[in-house]
Structure formats: C-alpha cells, structure tokens
C-alpha cells in the first residue's frame, strides 16, 4: 500500500539529498549560536521576501 505524505514532504526530502545544501546546513549547524540565529534570521527574511514576490 502507498503511504501518503503531507503536501511538501517530498520535496523537503529531495532537498535533503542535496549535498550542497546538507553542506551549508552543517556549516551553519557548527557555528556559535549567535552567528547561527543571524544567519537564520536573513535566511527566513530573504525567503519570506521571495515568496511575497511570487504572489504579487
């Protein structure tokens, strides 16, 4: 039987399999927390921004 997967969930996991970005995510994983929230907060930023454009 096929198991069902939430919308996205595939695609999340295809990305994972991506060595670049499984190399930026542990880069950034290894770092000082201070520097990690940082860099994640630009990242969810710059994200966001992309998104709103896409629905404009």
Known sequence: MAKLH???ETEDRE??????????LNDIAKFPDQDK???LYALDAMIN???LKAIQ
């Open 37 to 39: 929230a940082c860099i």
């Open 6 to 8: 939430p919308v996205g």
């Open 15 to 24: 990305l994972l399999k991506d060595p670049s970005m499984l190399k930026r």
């Open 49 to 51: 921004n992309v998104k």
